[in-house]
């Protein structure tokens, strides 16, 4: 029986960065099975007035995922704006999610994620906001992938 501390790391490891909740996979003969996991941001509100973006992951993505399903919770609103995950800063690079609302505070807006929303290990994540006065709680629903 192996005793595991809260970074899934046996006793006898003693280095070595937190794990990713759900990247330890289980596998069987028949293929394996990968358990959805989930990840909470809370994005603070800025200025306001002009776009920005939110950094989640910069070049330090623990772990090849696929995503499932992303939500915002808007806490501050900011009439007609949104927010939408990305792979690059800037509004660049691929969406992982189609735009989100954060017009309504209050409000819990879940997004279609895009089908190629794969990201690789030690990559980058973004939350793009169309205005930088919105504040909320992000949580992205993914599955650890190999």
């Not at 909470?40 to 330090?60: P, Q, R």
């Not at 915002?72 to 949104?82: D, E, G, K, L």
């Amino acid at each position: 029986m192996s005793n595991f501390d809260v970074y899934d790391r046996s006793q006898g490891q003693d280095a070595g960065s937190p794990a990713l909740p759900g990247s330890i996979t289980s596998t069987s003969a028949s293929g394996g099975a990968f358990v959805p996991c989930s990840m909470s941001f809370y994005i603070k509100a800025g200025a306001g007035g002009s776009a920005d973006d939110v950094t989640l992951f910069s070049s330090a993505l623990p772990a090849k995922m696929f995503v499932l399903d992303i939500g915002f919770a808007c806490i501050t609103a900011v009439s007609m704006s949104t927010v939408t995950l990305r792979d690059t800063s800037g509004g660049g690079g691929n969406a992982l999610s189609t735009a989100m609302s954060s017009g309504t505070a209050g409000n819990v807006v879940r997004t279609t994620v895009i089908p190629s929303s794969a990201a690789a290990a030690a990559s980058s994540m973004f939350l793009r906001r169309s205005d930088n006065g919105a504040a909320g709680i992000l949580t992205i629903t993914y599955i650890p992938t190999v």
